[in-house]
């Protein structure tokens, strides 16, 4: 039932602009292994082997500190309306911290310039394996709408309140390791 696609077609690139949430997988080295759910709002394809998504301020960071120790990543949709479907996109990812000229440069050309609040870093994957399996096991969900409390808390903080949350609880991973928030500072 699963099929390996060496790039993302166009029917798949279109299918997962249908989609609401996708999750990141990640792991160090050792320690624990991370898997986050994000919005699919966040979500860019870049071409048929690169994506990335714009990350917010949560209360870990355990993504940007896996890939300073190993670059792994593994990205994974489940359609939880209509047929059901898994896309899997795996390869290598790499942090572009914001203010960066990179994260700048990505950020303009593929959020139009617009960083919503509590931004904290741009996660660009490189993959080189496309898996779609039947998803047959995935739950099917009504999609409401998106929820507006990561919005409402960012928005209710000021810069300086967001950074001083960032560097209490996105400095380092719960194995201790760093996550390279505020190295430059």
């Known amino acids: 039932m699963a099929k390996r696609f060496e790039t993302l077609s166009d029917g798949l690139r279109d299918w997962i602009e249908r989609q609401h949430i996708f999750f990141t997988a990640t792991a160090a080295p050792s320690g624990r292994v991370n898997i986050s759910p994000r919005p699919t709002t966040s ?3 870049l071409g048929p082997n690169q994506a990335a998504y714009l990350d ?29 479907s898994i896309l899997r996109l795996f390869g290598t990812a790499e942090v572009l911290s914001r203010g960066s000229a990179a994260y700048e440069d990505l950020l303009a050309s593929a959020y139009g310039g617009e ?36 919005e409402n808390w960012s928005n209710a903080k000021s810069a300086e309140e967001l950074e001083a949350y960032q560097r209490l609880n996105n400095q380092t991973s719960l194995d201790g390791f760093p996550s390279g928030m505020f190295e430059d500072s």
């Open 56 to 84: 917010r301020t949560g209360s870990g960071n355990e993504t940007a500190a896996h890939i300073r120790q190993l670059n792994r990543i593994t990205i994974m949709f489940c359609a939880v309306e209509g047929p059901p």
């Open 43 to 45: 979500f860019r394809v």
């Open 115 to 150: 960083e919503p609040s509590g931004a904290r870093q741009i996660v660009r994957i490189d993959f080189d394996l496309v898996q779609t399996s039947c998803g047959y096991g995935v739950p099917l969900f009504d999609y409401q709408n998106e929820r507006a409390s990561l």
